[in-house]
């Protein structure tokens, strides 16, 4: 019975131990840290707002109080990972600080660290959430105001008809409203302009919208959509619309995986407001589209359909011809696939064009197709992009000049890098007269070459490239030469970087032949040397640069030696700076068919004054000369002119 007691008194006294180590390490260890984390807190507090409360104000003023004395020079205050201690105004009790830009409405944080007088460090952080008023998340303009007037002190003779004085103005404005599910954008670019002579649009004097677009976005529980109209970006294929900028409108919605785009714009171009929306009119002078796509698993896959129609002037803007209209339309099929996490992409397109590209000839629209399948790769260090292409000698769409018609052929372009190598290689084939008509020959064009780079060198970076490209023709009709034209071209570079010194060395040798005529056998040796250096107040960047075409057949040699020099310094810092920038290029033929040189040369001082003057921001004065000459040796012919001008110009920042 004693030995049982004992037993069991020995057991308590071993659980009692454990208890109280348990103790100790939940209550009085946790105590120690928030003791300390709360004296933090004590030593610095923030009043205004209150930690955890909301604030409504575009650009709150954040006070805190401090209890002990801290060392300025120590104290980092961080809003929203952004350092703003270089605005922090210092109390009698402690701080405060006012964001110089307007503050996105949601949550905040606050980071203070640094040493009290004591020698005791501190960090301590307070949360905090702001919105911009009480109907709106956010409600506030952003603008900026950039001038620039000019004034010509001295010019040559032969810039009599250039104005002697010229004022410009540009404003960018960014307005929000925004809700919990609505947002509204208005974003445009106001000029003011005025010269002492003529001007011919664009620009023209005076004050002109120069774009603007307003949206609309709604976001839903499952339906999202955007209504804009202004100036628009629309790139819905590389084949049917790609990259076009016109104005007009345009609405998106998009239902869980599911995307529906319409748009309607101006077919030519508009420079400023007249007052055309670009949604007035008909297909005469619009271009209309619409593009459905789905989103199949995960976001895995997305099929996509485009269809656009409409019209664009012979003429347009800053160009002009006596042809009729452009018209015609546009059906696009288009997949898109990611695998394995983004490292594999899949993608391909089948187009189907019906084109007139003069409305007043005799010749009716043309019906074309095009089509390519491509996909990339990038597996570890390596990376391989290969697109096959097709399209029609006929095909063509409104409102996209950049589609090369008449061609097919494939790319190849990969590579890989490793700790000190990167190597890169590519190759392509492409070939005209896709449909074999028998009145053209079918030109050929292939290349292909590759580059390594070296870095294993820290202060000699190097590297090599080669590439060979021809020109060949086949199915020639009677009477038509053949072509047989190679180039093979190798270039390489090293560097030497050390400090604030850079020296760049390149070389290159070109050799083309013609294998049907020798008339056109050329070698091209080119040898470049660019050092630069920077001090403190002073950066000097000069290149040399030297040019050798042979023309094998006549056995002439042409050479161009270039030199350029440009530094910027500051002379007072932050004050005064200064600038150059000069140009000599000498061109000489050995058998005296060519002995002509350029000078170009311009220098600017320019004077900063206080970073704010008025409502002024970083205002600035500047003396500015300009040097151009260009001489004929053979023919003894000089021209020459220069123009010294005194420019002021001057940044206004305003938000509400």
Not at 134 to 146: G, H, I, K, P, R
Not at 377 to 395: D, Q, V
Not at 625 to 642: G, K, P, V
């Amino acid at each position: 019975m004693e030995l049982n007691l004992r037993i069991k008194f020995k057991k308590a006294g071993i659980f009692t131990g454990i208890a109280v180590l348990l103790l100790i390490l939940i209550v009085f260890l946790p105590r120690d840290v928030r003791s300390e984390n709360n004296q933090m807190i004590k030593m610095i507090k923030m009043i205004i707002p209150e930690p955890g409360t909301e604030v409504i104000a575009k650009k709150p003023i954040i006070k805190c109080r401090v209890a002990q004395a801290v060392d300025r020079d120590t104290l980092v205050v961080i809003l929203d990972n952004m350092d703003v201690t270089a605005i922090v105004i210092f109390t009698e009790k402690g701080f405060h600080v006012k964001p110089v830009a307007i503050l996105p409405s949601g949550a905040h944080t606050l980071m203070i660290s640094g040493v009290s007088t004591a020698g005791e460090r501190f960090e301590v952080s307070f949360d905090f959430s702001s919105r911009h008023s009480t109907l709106f998340d956010e409600a506030y303009s952003n603008n900026e105001v950039t001038a620039l007037y000019d004034r010509v002190m001295a010019k040559s003779d032969n810039l009599e008809g250039e104005p002697d004085g010229k004022v410009e103005a540009n404003l960018t404005t960014d307005n929000i409203l925004q809700t919990s599910k609505w947002r509204f954008l208005l974003n445009s670019n106001i000029r003011y302009f005025d010269q002492s002579t003529s001007a011919f649009p664009p620009p023209s004097k005076g004050v002109e919208i120069i774009n603007y677009l307003l949206t609309a976005k709604y976001r839903g529980n499952e339906l999202d959509f955007t209504a804009a109209t202004g100036d628009l970006q629309l790139n819905e294929s590389e084949n049917t619309v790609a990259y076009l900028s016109r104005r007009g409108g345009q609405l998106l919605l998009k239902h869980k995986n599911f995307n529906l785009n319409s748009f309607v714009v101006k077919s030519d171009q508009i420079f400023g407001f007249d007052g055309d929306l670009g949604l007035e009119g008909d297909l005469d002078d619009h271009i209309i589209g619409v593009s459905g796509a789905v989103n199949l698993f995960s976001d895995k896959l997305q099929l996509k359909t485009v269809y656009a129609t409409g019209s664009e002037p012979g003429d347009d803007f800053g160009s002009w011809s006596t042809s009729g209209d452009k018209k015609g339309n546009v059906i696009g099929f288009i997949m898109g696939s990611h695998l394995l996490d983004d490292r594999v992409i899949l993608d391909a397109e089948l187009d189907f064009s019906r084109y007139d590209a003069d409305t007043l000839d005799e010749f009716g629209s043309e019906s074309d197709k095009a089509y390519r399948i491509g996909g990339e790769a990038n597996i570890g260090n390596y990376s391989l992009r290969a697109i096959y292409k097709y399209t029609g000698p006929e095909y063509q769409v409104v409102g996209n000049p950049s589609i090369q018609k008449d061609l097919q052929g494939i790319s190849i372009q990969g590579g890989t890098t490793r700790e000190n190598h990167a190597v890169t290689f590519s190759f392509s084939q492409y070939h005209d007269n896709v449909k074999s008509n028998p009145l053209y020959s079918r030109i050929k064009t292939m290349a292909f070459g590759g580059d390594y780079n070296f870095t294993g060198f820290q202060a000699f970076p190097m590297g090599i490239s080669f590439e060979r490209t021809s020109l060949t023709s086949s199915r020639e009709p009677e009477f038509t030469d053949p072509i047989r034209t190679y180039t093979d071209t190798l270039t390489g570079h090293i560097a030497y970087i050390r400090d604030r010194l850079s020296l760049g060395f390149q070389a290159g040798y070109g050799f083309q032949e013609d294998r049907i005529s020798d008339f056109n056998d050329t070698t091209n040796i080119n040898l470049s040397l660019s050092p630069s250096y920077s001090w403190d107040r002073l950066s000097i960047y000069p290149s040399f640069s030297f040019n050798r075409s042979r023309a094998h057949f006549t056995h002439v040699n042409t050479d161009t030696y270039t030199t350029n020099l440009s530094f910027n310094g500051n002379l007072i810092p932050e004050k005064m700076a200064c600038e150059f920038s000069g140009t000599y290029n000498k061109t000489t033929a050995d058998d005296n068919s060519t002995d002509m040189d350029t000078i170009n040369a311009s220098t600017r001082i320019t004077y900063f004054f206080t970073n704010k003057f008025w409502i002024m921001t970083n205002p600035a004065v500047a003396l500015m000369a300009q040097y151009n000459q260009s001489r004929d040796r053979l023919f003894d012919q000089e021209e020459e002119e220069f123009r010294i001008l005194l420019s002021f110009t001057n940044n206004i920042s305003f938000s509400f």
